[in-house]
């Protein structure tokens, strides 16, 4: 996929408003906060406020399900967060927010291999409700000079301010925290070594992103991060975008999810970053195994194989 997006950030460089010290920020401290106006949308042939509409009516409707889930069983419900997924194939109009340059761009500085969208959903701290453990979105890398695979975008759909459930993050953990192994979020799954680390991180360097309406995060995805808790009971909407390396399986399979009438739609840069192909035997292989990976037999299997992996 790099010569395509070679290709289109090339031609689309008028598009390309990234400044060295962006670039420079998310390598050094794991993320960057992009400072978008409504300027910056118009040309992109978005008006960031219709999304704040179109937004809200899908998690209007998903509330109104019985359970929100996405549509192959994988996604866990959160409580206390409105959340939407598969938003492309929900509502077509999100696509515009496939090939946006700066993120493009900035993701490709991240991850420097072939890479696509994983998943694309909205998250929501409902009020008094929201707060995270501090936790890696993927496994912590098994050396330091491993490539990175997950880059995620945010973008704010409403005002962010310290009361109404930023997003926090520890910068530089990337690096500083790289022998942090157990990751997740709830204290019972880490480490007693790892929970103190984490903790202590937490305590004494943790930061709140604030951020206007329009604005964008990249986050490098080894950076330790987590949500905070919506104190004010204000709207804190944000589009997020997974992007992954293309080494490893899609959290959605956009394929299959989004109607094959509507991929005539899309350009050739989109469908690389969405990846609507068919699947290669590699990817089939990959979704079964993810999909079935509570079966004893495959769990032995995925033990017997990590053997052979560096």
Known sequence: MNSTLDNYLTNYTS????????????EIEGYVKLSRNEAFWKKHNIDINKFVTLAEDLII???????IRN???TYKPEKGANRVSNLIGKNLDFKKFVAIPDILYLVNNVLRDNFRISSIDIREPLPNNGGQGLHLDWNQRKNITDKYLQCSAFIYLDDVNENNGPLRLIPKSHTEMFNVKSTSMYKEKRTK?????????DTNKSIKITANRGDIVLLNMCV?????TNISGHRR????????????RQQLNQFKYIKKENHKYFSEIEKKILN???????EVIKRFLYDNR???????LNRFLSLFRS
């Open 15 to 26: 598009l390309l408003s990234v400044s060295n010290d962006e670039l420079s920020h998310l």
């Open 61 to 67: 409707q998903e509330n109104k399900k019985d359970s």
């Open 71 to 73: 549509d192959q069983n």
């Open 193 to 201: 070594e790892d929970d103190e680390i984490i903790s202590k991180y």
């Open 224 to 228: 330790f991060h987590g949500g905070t």
């Open 237 to 248: 909407r944000t589009i997020f975008i997974n992007f992954r390396s293309s080494k490893v």
């Open 276 to 282: 609507l192909y068919n699947p290669s035997l590699k």
């Open 294 to 300: 509570k079966n004893q037999i495959i769990v032995s």
